[in-house]
Structures are given as C-alpha cells and as structure tokens.
C-alpha cells in the first residue's frame, strides 16, 4: 500500500468487510459489530501519506461517521445500508429474483411506480382511521399523513410497533426501536394523533372516510405442529409451561433454566428468541423440522453466523425432528430420518409455530370503508406490512 501510495498514482482506498468466500462478512448483518473496519483503516492511514481512506461497513449511523473521522481512523466514511442490516429485501432479494428492494423502504426498486419521498399531496384530504400500530398501521399512517390526510391510529398496547417491537428486544437488534423512535418522530411532526392504550372494535370505531384494518397476527395457543399433522393440538399441552416467542420476548413466560424452542419458522422469531435465552444464561435446545436452523435467513447471509452466535452461547441445535409429545417436564421428539424418538429432561417449552391472523371486525361495517392490511390478513413477515401500509397510503 506504502509502495503504491508513494507513487501519487492513488487517489482513495476503499476498505469493505470480507469477501467472495464469506459473503455473511461482506455485507454484515445486525449480527456484527459496527464500524467494522475502523480498526483497519486506522492501519492504512499510518501507512499512507498522499492517499484518502475510506473506511466502510457497517458505519449506519452519522455519529458513528463521525467518530470514525473525528478520531482519525479515516479520512471518509461510506454507508450503504444505513439502516436495521437486516439483508431480507435487499440482499436476501437479490439472491432470490435479482429484484432488489427493501425491508422498511418499499419504493427501493419501485421508484418507476411509487416515485420517491415526499409523495405527491392530495388533492382531497380525508380523515383517516388506522387500527393496530404495528409496521403495517404505522407505515400506512405515515404516508397518508405525508399526503395531506387527517389521520388518527389506535393502538391496543402502551407502545407502538406491534410484533416487530418484539423483535427489537432480541440481541443485537436495538436499531429496530431506533425505528419506532423514527415513527414517533413522524407522526409529531406529520400531526398524525396517536392514541395508545385503545382497543377499538366494531362497536365503537369513531367516524372516518377511510378505516384501515392492521390488527396484525397472534400466536396460536393451541401447539399445533405444520409437521405433525396428525394431531391438531400439541400433545400434552394440557401439562403447561408452554410459551410463544412473544411471551419470552414480552417477559412473561416464567422459565426454568432449561428451555426447548421448537422453530417451524426458520427465522428470527425463533432463532433470535433462542439465542435470547442463551444469551440469559439458559440452557437451550433449539429444534427445527427443517435440516439445518435458520433456513428461512439463509439468503441473507446470516443463517450461519447465527448458527455459531447460538452454539458459542451454549445452544444445543436438533435438526429434522419433531415434538411426539411434551411432559411438561420434559419432551419427547421424533427424528424424521429414522423415526426414533427420544426423551429429554426440560422445563419448559416456546412454540415458534405459525401465527395466527387476528381481525376482530366483521367483512363489511355500515358507514365505513374498510381496508385491510399487514399479517391481519395472512400472518407473514415485517416486509409485506411496511409494503401493503405503503402502498395503501399511497392510493387514499
Ligand atoms: C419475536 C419476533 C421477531 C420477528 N422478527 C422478524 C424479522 O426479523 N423480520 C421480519 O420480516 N419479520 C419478523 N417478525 C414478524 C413481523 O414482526 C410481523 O410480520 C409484523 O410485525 C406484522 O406487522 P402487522 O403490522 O401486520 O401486525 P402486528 O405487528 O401484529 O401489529 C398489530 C398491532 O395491532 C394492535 N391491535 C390489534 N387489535 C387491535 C385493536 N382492535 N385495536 C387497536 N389495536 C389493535 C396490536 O396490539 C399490535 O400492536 C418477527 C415477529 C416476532 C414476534
Ligand atoms: C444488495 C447488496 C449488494 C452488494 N453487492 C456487492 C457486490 O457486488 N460486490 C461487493 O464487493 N460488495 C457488494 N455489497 C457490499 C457493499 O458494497 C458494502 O460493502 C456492504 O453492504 C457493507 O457496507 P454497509 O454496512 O454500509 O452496507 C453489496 C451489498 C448489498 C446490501
Ligand atoms: S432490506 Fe432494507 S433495512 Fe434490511 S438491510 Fe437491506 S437496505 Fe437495510
């Protein structure tokens, strides 16, 4: 580098993470650290007189720019996912059909049919009703009210953010609350009225031209496994200390020191809710019916450093099994490979099974025009809440 700087031929260096071989490196999930290469550009700097450095990685925030030039570990920064480095819709996309976009930012990619901020204002304000505060509701508010619209959101809890909040609360990834902080900012500044603490139903849902459903999804209580189709509830559930992910997350589930998370999901409600508790102190043993864990965030690149995030925290992985029957004190799973079964001492259990979708309002409602949005309809992921508010914001 010395050698190739004292020629003057060099203008700036780019430092990035990792490389073709590791590409979980590459792009580095919410997993890594941040300011990833700070420590090796401060190397670079010393070795170089005439040439600029940039150091790049996981850099996200402004402070973080800034501390990385106010100490001198480079003389330029480069951000390029500044945002939750979540992968899902702009790498894990990429991988999947080429079509880039992005988890919170829908329009990335779609910039030819939804333009770009600040959208277009109405030529006709209406008041709106949102219902459920969670991505769906929060981004469909948002929007309406960067339109013009008069807009009013109801939320059943003291908090907004619905499921995803939850997911805030799992290691690693505050830059989710950071997120909601964002949403609150908006909203004071859109004038977007924020009621908390206010279930609506049918019964008493105040006046508004547009009514927008986003009641998102809940747990299902009663065990059932996509797997064991046998049995429509888990057996033994009647023994108790059975949990969902979002009881662990909410601080609600009382449990022992040994804990099963069985995950139908294969992605981060279950894998993060696991290293959560490993994370505790627990000792874990996560069971997927699938062959390795975390499938579902293989194309994200985070799959296997999740995997070894687990391990190195103690967690015991079982791939390809099932659950034949919980003892309330222990469990009984099944290999799909062989059929044996085996019994484990453990105190309790979390179901990280399929959700299921939660809309307390009839069809059709007199005197309201009601849309529906988000897992209300169909329990998913956070990405198609943000898209399906957007895009409803967009049309009102
Ligand atoms: C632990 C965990 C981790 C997750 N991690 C990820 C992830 O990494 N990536 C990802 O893509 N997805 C993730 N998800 C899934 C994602 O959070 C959900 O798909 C998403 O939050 C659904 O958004 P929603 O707005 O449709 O519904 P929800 O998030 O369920 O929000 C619905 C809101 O409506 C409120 N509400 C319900 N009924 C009423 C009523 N009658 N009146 C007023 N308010 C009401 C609820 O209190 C809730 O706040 C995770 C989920 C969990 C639980
Ligand atoms: C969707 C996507 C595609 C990328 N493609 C490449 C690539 O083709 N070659 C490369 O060297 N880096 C690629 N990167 C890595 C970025 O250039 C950057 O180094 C990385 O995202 C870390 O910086 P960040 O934390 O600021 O996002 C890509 C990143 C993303 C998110
Ligand atoms: S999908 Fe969006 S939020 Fe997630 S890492 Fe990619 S750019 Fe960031």
Redo the contacts with the bound molecule.
């Keep these: 580098m010395a050698l190739h700087d004292a020629t003057g031929d060099v203008d700036y260096i780019t430092c990035g993470h990792g490389g073709y071989l590791d590409f979980e490196r590459l792009m580095p999930t919410f997993l890594f650290p941040e300011k990833l290469t700070a420590p090796v550009t401060e190397h670079l700097k010393a070795a170089v007189t005439q040439a600029k450095i940039t150091s790049e990685a996981h850099v996200r925030t402004p402070e973080n720019a800034e501390s990385i030039i106010a100490s001198g570990q480079a003389d330029l920064v480069s951000i390029v996912r500044g945002c939750i480095s ?1 992968n ?1 819709m702009c790498w894990g996309r990429r991988s999947r059909d080429y079509w880039s976009s992005c ?1 919170i930012n829908p329009s990335a990619g779609r910039e030819w049919e939804w333009g770009s901020e600040p959208f277009a204002a109405t030529k006709t304000p209406k008041d709106v009703l949102v ?7 929060l981004e469909a508010a948002r929007v309406a009210a960067e339109r013009g619209h008069r807009v009013h959101i ?4 003291g908090q907004i953010g ?3 909040r ?2 805030g609360m ?1 290691p690693r990834r505050a830059q989710i609350l950071d997120l909601m902080a964002w949403y609150e900012r908006q909203f004071e500044k859109l004038g977007v009225s924020l009621h908390l603490n ?4 049918a019964g008493d849902l105040p006046p508004a031209d547009h009514t927008i459903i ?4 809940q747990p299902d209580p009663s065990g059932r496994q996509r797997w064991n189709p046998a049995h429509p509830t888990l057996l033994g559930l009647e023994n108790g200390n059975v949990w969902s ?2 009881d662990v ?1 909410r601080r609600e589930a009382k449990l022992g020191d040994t804990v099963v998370v069985y995950d139908e999901g294969g ?3 279950g894998v ?2 696991s290293w959560h508790l490993a994370e505790m102190g627990k000792a874990v043993i996560h069971v997927t019916p699938d062959a390795f864990a975390g499938k579902e965030i293989a194309r994200t690149s985070a799959d296997m450093p999740a995997r070894q995030r687990l391990a190195r925290a103690g967690a015991r992985l079982i791939t390809e099994h099932c659950i034949a029957r919980w003892h309330g004190n222990g469990i009984t799973l099944r290999s799909f490979l062989t059929g044996a079964e085996e019994t484990i001492p453990v105190l309790a259990l979390v179901m990280a099974t399929t959700n299921q979708a ?1 809309d ?1 309002f009839p069809e059709t409602l007199a005197g309201h025009a009601l849309h529906r949005i ?3 309809t169909a329990p ?4 198609y ?1 943000f898209h399906e508010g957007r895009k409803l914001g967009l049309v009102l």
């Design positions: 979540c899902q988890l219902i459920g505060a969670g991505p769906a509701g109801h939320e059943a809890s619905g499921q995803f939850l997911a799992q206010s279930y609506l139903d986003a009641t998102g999804s992910p979002e997350l992605n981060w409600r993060g809710t939660f307390p988000g897992d209300c998913r992921t956070a990405p809440a």
